[in-house]
């Protein structure tokens, strides 16, 4: 029960969020509702609960999740019902469509007018692991597909060390263009809260096309922007989070580990990457759980 608590606390935390993002400061709240959370909390009554239930929008879990999402929202305001899984056709055609979208925005003039490309996202669109980074940097741009610079190249061996390839996960941005750095030739620069808020909409429909059972936010902005913790990555890298209902693995980003090559911070990393292969079921031999260990 301490893992549905935390899951749906986790939730509300994020909805409230999203209600500030849009400019919302106040949330009306009915008298019911205070005196019902004013009342002692009933003892959990044990019980078992398959993993399809709670991806199952007609489960109890499911529905006490929307129960609470909707005490939460605003007079008058809707809130969307699960949605549907989609047939692998309408899947496709639905991510395709999204993507035409996104390549096509210009709601950051100086983004738009300063990119070469759309870092829309790559990977499997069936994928189990999905991976958050905060935006495109130079090389991204240029081809546009995220992480494919010397950065990319270290994620690419951190997601082969699983036993997975990289066309096995869904690997996508907060910020689908790369910052705008006027003045400056190369480098690069974090995204705004305003820029990452405008386009964070294009990753809620990927993930709710997606349905990935795992996310892991790649940096301490892809945190930021995600969960709009600021208390920084070293103390949130390895506890497990929830967003948009799917457990999220805080680490570090894969530029952090080029800058710092100690084993230690590797073995940091790979820790948590084993959180993430025992949360999937995947298979873990001696070899790999021995990883960035000393002798």
């Known amino acids: 029960m301490a893992g549905d608590y935390e899951q749906l606390l986790d939730a509300t935390i994020q909805h409230l969020k999203d209600l500030k993002t849009r400019g919302v400061n106040y949330l009306a709240v009915a008298p019911e509702t205070l005196a019902a959370l004013a009342k002692p909390a009933a003892p959990p009554t044990p019980r078992t609960v398959a993993p399809s ?10 529905a006490a999740a929307a129960e609470q999402t909707s005490l939460l929202s605003l007079p008058g305001e809707i809130t969307p019902a699960p949605a549907a899984l989609l ?3 309408a899947k496709s055609a639905a991510f395709a469509a999204l993507r035409e979208r996104a ?4 709601k950051c003039p100086h983004l738009a007018s300063s990119r070469k490309t759309v870092v829309f996202g790559v990977g499997n669109i069936d994928a189990q ?3 958050v980074g ?3 940097g130079a090389d991204e741009d240029e081809q546009g597909e995220p992480f494919v ?5 270290l994620l690419t061996k951190i997601i082969q060390a699983t036993g997975l390839q990289r066309t096995d996960v869904y690997i996508g941005n907060i910020l689908k263009c790369r910052p705008d750095t006027p003045g400056q030739a190369a480098g690069n620069r974090k995204p705004t809260p305003d820029e990452m808020a405008t386009c964070i909409p294009f990753l809620h429909e990927q993930i709710d096309l997606i349905r990935p059972k ?3 936010a790649l940096g301490a902005t892809a945190v930021e922007g995600l969960l709009g913790k600021t208390i920084g990555i070293t103390k949130l890298r390895g506890t497990w989070k929830t967003y948009r209902g799917t457990p999220l693995m805080p680490t570090y980003h894969p530029a952090y580990l080029l800058r710092n090559q100690a084993m230690s911070e590797k073995r940091k990393v790979w820790e948590d990457m084993l959180q993430v292969m ?8 001696e070899k790999q759980r021995n990883y960035f260990l000393k002798a």
């Open 53 to 62: 239930a709670i991806r199952n929008p007609q489960s109890p879990i499911a």
């Open 87 to 89: 047939d692998p056709a």
């Open 103 to 106: 390549l096509a925005c210009v």
């Open 129 to 131: 692991l999905m991976f």
């Open 134 to 136: 905060e935006a495109p």
């Open 149 to 153: 610079g010397k950065a990319g190249q």
């Open 214 to 216: 795992v996310i892991v």
């Open 278 to 285: 025992e949360k999937l079921g995947l298979p873990i031999s």
